[in-house]
C-alpha cells in the first residue's frame, strides 16, 4: 500500500517536472551534436572534462544505477545536464534537498553529479550524489545573513574579463582576483575590447602590477586579436569559466572562440559603458577546441564571499611580501617604525590605493568570518551537528598536496 502511494507519488511529480520543463523549451545550447544522436549511440564523458580523478570519487557514492553527468545550465530547481545519453533534464532527489539545507550545496554549473535515469531510454532523471567539487567560484549572496552564492563548480581556470574602455576599473578588478584565489581554479585577466583602446599594452602593464603571478592578455573578438594566446589555454579536458561586469564583453568571447553563435551577446549602454545583462544564467559549452568554458552573467557589484581559507591574501602577495620585511612581526602599516609596506607607498613602488583596497578587503573578509561563524554556532544549536567542513583554501592546499 505504501509502495504504491510512493510510486503514485513519484509518477506524478515526474509528469509535473516534465509538463513544467517542456514549457521552457530551450535550445540545446552545447557544440555537441547531442540532437543529432543516434538510439545507442553514447557520448565520451572525457570530452565534458571527465576522468581518473573523479571516477574514484563517483565509486565512493555507493550509489547504484547511477551515471555520470555534468551540469550546464542552472535553471533554479531545475538543471539541464550531459551524460552518455546526451543532454537531459534532471532534479535534485528528494533526500538532498533534505540532506543539504544550504543552497551552495547544491548543484550548480560545472558539477558532476550522479544520475538515475527515469527509464532505461530517457536523458532525463534524478540527480542522487553530487561530487566533491575541486574549485568553486562563488560570491556572497544578496542579504543580510552572510550567505555563499555558487556560480561554477570544477574551474580549472577562471578567466576575469574587463574591458578596456571608460568602465576600466583596477580596484574592480583585484576584487575579482580576491574571487579567483577564494575559488581553487587559476586565474588569468582578459583585457577585452582592446580595439577601443589606443595603447593596451599600458593597461596590460598596470594590470600586471595588481595581479603578480597571474597572466594578463589583451585580446579583441572584433579584430581577432591574442587569439593565439587565449587558445593555449584551452586544452582538452579543461574547464574554463568567464567571470566579469556585465557587457564586458564574455559572451562574445565564447562566440568567437566557438566560431559561431552560441550565446546572445547584447550592445552596451551609450555614456557609461555599463553592460545590460545579457546572460541571465550560467551555461556551459565545449569549444572545437577540446576544452569546456562556461559563460557566467555579468555582477552588477561583485560581493565576496570567503570560507576562512585565507585564499584571498594570495591576491596581494606583492604587499604581503613586502610585510616580511617590516621591523615588527605584528607590524599594521600605520605609523609604525621600519614599515616596510609605507616606505614602499612613499617610494612610489606600492599605489596606496591598492593598500586601501587590501585592508578593506581584510576588514570586509573577517567581519563577514564572524558573522558566518556565529550563524554556525547557531546552527549547531538548533541542530546538534558537528563543525563545517574544511574550507576552500584548505582544500585547495590538501589537492596541492595529492599532487604532489
Ligand atoms: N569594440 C568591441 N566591442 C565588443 C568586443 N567584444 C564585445 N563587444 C561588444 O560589447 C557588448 C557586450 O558584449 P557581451 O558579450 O554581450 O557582454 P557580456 O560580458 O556577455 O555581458 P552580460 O551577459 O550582460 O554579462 C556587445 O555589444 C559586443 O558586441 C570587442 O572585442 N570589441
Ligand atoms: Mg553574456
Ligand atoms: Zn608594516
Not at 593596451?200 to 594590470?207: A, C, N, S
Request: aromatic fraction near 6%; proline fraction near 3%.
Amino acid at each position: 500500500m505504501l509502495f504504491a502511494r510512493v510510486l503514485f507519488l513519484y509518477l506524478l511529480g515526474k509528469k509535473q517536472l516534465i509538463s513544467e520543463l517542456e514549457e521552457i523549451n530551450l535550445n540545446s545550447n552545447l557544440n555537441l551534436n547531442v540532437n543529432t544522436m543516434k538510439a545507442n549511440e553514447t557520448l565520451d564523458m572525457n570530452t565534458l572534462g571527465w576522468g581518473q580523478r573523479w571516477e574514484k570519487d563517483f565509486a565512493e557514492l555507493k550509489l547504484a544505477d547511477v551515471e555520470p553527468a555534468r551540469v550546464v545550465a542552472d535553471h533554479g530547481h531545475k538543471y539541464r545536464v550531459i551524460s552518455k545519453r546526451g543532454e537531459g533534464w534532471a532534479e535534485l532527489s528528494g533526500r538532498l534537498q533534505h540532506e543539504l539545507p544550504d543552497r551552495s550545496d547544491h548543484p550548480a554549473v560545472g558539477d558532476w553529479v550522479a544520475l538515475r535515469y527515469f527509464s532505461i531510454d530517457e536523458k532525463d532523471g534524478i540527480i542522487h550524489g553530487i561530487l566533491p567539487r575541486s574549485s568553486r567560484i562563488s560570491r556572497r549572496a544578496a542579504g543580510s545573513v552572510p550567505s555563499e552564492q555558487m556560480i561554477a563548480a570544477n574551474v580549472d581556470v577562471l578567466l576575469l574579463v574587463a574591458a578596456l574602455n571608460l568602465d576600466f576599473n583596477l580596484r574592480r578588478l583585484e576584487r575579482y582576483l580576491v574571487m579567483a584565489w577564494n575559488s581553487g581554479a587559476s586565474p588569468v585577466v582578459l583585457l577585452s575590447k582592446a580595439d577601443l583602446c589606443e595603447d593596451p599594452e599600458h593597461f596590460v602593464r598596470e594590470t600586471e602590477q595588481i595581479a603578480p603571478g597571474v597572466p594578463v592578455i589583451a585580446v579583441s573578438a572584433i579584430e581577432d586579436l591574442g587569439r593565439a594566446e587565449l587558445e593555449a589555454l584551452l586544452q582538452p579536458g579543461m574547464t574554463i569559466a568567464l567571470t566579469g561586469s556585465s557587457g564586458a564583453g564574455k559572451s562574445t568571447i565564447l562566440n568567437w572562440l566557438a566560431g559561431e553563435e552560441v550565446q546572445l551577446t547584447q550592445g552596451i549602454r551609450e555614456g557609461d559603458s555599463r553592460g545590460r545583462h545579457t546572460t541571465t544564467h550560467r551555461e556551459m559549452f565545449v569549444l572545437p577546441q577540446g576544452a569546456v568554458m562556461i559563460d557566467t552573467p555579468g555582477m552588477r557589484e561583485l560581493q565576496l564571499w570567503d570560507d576562512g581559507g585565507g585564499g584571498w591574501s594570495e591576491a596581494f602577495t606583492d604587499i604581503e611580501e613586502l610585510a616580511l620585511q617590516c621591523r615588527f612581526g605584528d607590524c599594521r602599516h600605520e605609523r609604525e617604525a621600519g614599515c616596510a609596506v609605507q616606505e614602499a607607498v612613499k617610494s612610489g613602488e606600492l599605489d596606496r590605493k591598492r593598500l586601501d583596497n587590501y585592508r578593506k578587503t581584510e576588514r570586509e573578509l573577517k567581519f563577514q568570518a564572524s558573522k558566518e561563524r556565529l550563524r554556525q554556532r547557531n546552527d549547531r544549536k538548533t541542530t546538534g551537528k558537528k563543525e563545517a567542513p574544511r574550507g576552500k583554501g584548505e582544500q585547495r592546499r590538501q589537492l596541492g598536496r595529492e599532487l604532489e
